[in-house]
């Protein structure tokens, strides 16, 4: 078992930056993935950015590339999601979530665990 916590986003201005944060407890491998999700209004939940937990391998969707960076914090089970330059379009209920199982590290499938949503809204 995996329990994430997320913390962090909120309302910033468009070119703005924010800082998420997701705390893992439970047994964790260095080959598990967390990944940042997200959710629009109206829109499906998709995968933004991943990291496997021994930081080896990461993932960038293509919206985000040069502007987010996924880092982790081993020694606090944490692995954070810096936000620069923040559009209108980042506007979402941002997810993690943390899968145990061997997929490819782009794919959005397979994640066993989820933490609590929290909300970002980019203004213009």
């Known amino acids: 078992q995996v329990q994430l916590v997320v913390s962090g986003g909120g309302l910033v201005q468009a070119g703005g930056s924010l800082r998420l944060s997701c705390t893992a407890s439970?047994?964790?491998?260095?080959?598990?993935?967390i990944g940042w999700f997200r959710q629009g209004p109206g829109k499906e939940r998709d995968l933004v950015v991943a990291?496997?937990?021994?930081?080896?391998?990461?993932y960038y969707t293509d919206s985000v590339k040069g502007r987010f960076t996924i880092s982790r914090d081993n020694a606090k089970n944490t692995v954070y999601l810096q936000m620069n330059s923040l559009k209108p379009e980042d506007t979402a209920v941002y997810y993690c979530?943390?899968?145990?199982?061997?997929?490819?590290?782009?794919?959005?499938?397979?994640?066993?665990?989820w933490g609590q949503g929290t909300q970002v809204t980019v203004s213009s």
């Open positions: 979530a943390c899968r145990t199982g061997m997929y490819t590290i782009a794919t959005s499938k397979g994640y066993d665990y």
């Open positions: 439970g047994r964790i491998f260095s080959s598990y993935v």
């Open positions: 990291i496997t937990w021994d930081g080896s391998n990461t």
